[in-house]
């Protein structure tokens, strides 16, 4: 195993995953640093959700290393937070007590459980929504409350599966700008995994982009994003935006071409 592998906060070594007739990965590697934020782009089903699941604990591997701060990921890890895409709130809980009942599982006491979910809200800007039930809510409300869940633990892997990919444009970029603000001006700096579909969305918020990939998926190129930080909505008219996405864009046309001209 390398140094590098060792050292990042996330390190993924020759990885293999097989599902029955269906090879996922092979050979995928993939190193995240603390404090980075990196999406993963690549064509359907070339594995993202599979690797993602995997670093959560949710699912296992067949060979190669998954590591979180240097140790193997075996089992559910409460250490790390994961948003989906589907908010998975519980329904007949209010938005106060959704975020509660994270805490709740890792043994947090009442009265602080009660203090660290308001103030959760407050940052994702849902504090006069407390109360409500999650069909009170809008999509981007339900999400909203769904990564005050994760961040009430403060786990410093957050992990996103296409968390804002069920909302419509303006909301999908007000969230993302949300997401960023609170994770630049977090005391300290989580490291992200995004998975998304979206190259703008990848760009906008990461500091690198690793494309996968079509199935059996592993990395195929690795893209800096060196857009000065904070990013807001004036970021993505940028000259060195639009290099990136065209950047981008080619990598993943390639990969998709090829696997149709494989069919
Ligand atoms: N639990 C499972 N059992 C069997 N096959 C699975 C399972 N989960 C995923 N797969 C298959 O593994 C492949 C990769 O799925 P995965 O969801 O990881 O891809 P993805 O890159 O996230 O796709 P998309 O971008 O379309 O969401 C797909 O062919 C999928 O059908």
Known sequence: MTTAVQTAKIAAHGVEKEFPGNKVLEDFD????????????????????????ILAGLET??????????????????????VF?????????????NVEAGLKIRGVPRKE??????????????????NRLPHQLSGGMRQRVAIARILAYEPD???????????D?????????????IWENGTTKKTVLFVTHSIDEAIFLSDRIAVMTRAPGRVKALIDVDLPRPRTSESRNTEDFIHIRSQVARILEEEVRLGTDNH
């Open 169 to 181: 444009a303006q909301t999908r970029e007000f969230l993302q700008g949300e997401l960023l603000r």
């Open 113 to 130: 459980r009660r203090d660290r979910a308001a103030e959760v809200l407050r940052t994702v800007g849902l504090q006069t929504a407390a």
């Open 85 to 97: 895409q589907s908010y998975a709130l519980f329904p007949w809980l209010t938005a106060q007590k």
């Open 30 to 53: 993939l190193q995240i640093k603390g404090g980075e934020f990196l999406s993963l782009l690549g064509p359907s089903g070339c594995g993202k959700s599979t690797f993602l699941n």
């Open 61 to 82: 591997y067949d060979g190669g290393d998954v590591l979180v701060d240097g140790k193997h990921v075996e089992g559910v890890n409460k250490d790390v937070g994961v």
């Open 157 to 167: 892997v957050l992990l996103f599966d296409e968390p804002f990919a069920a909302l």
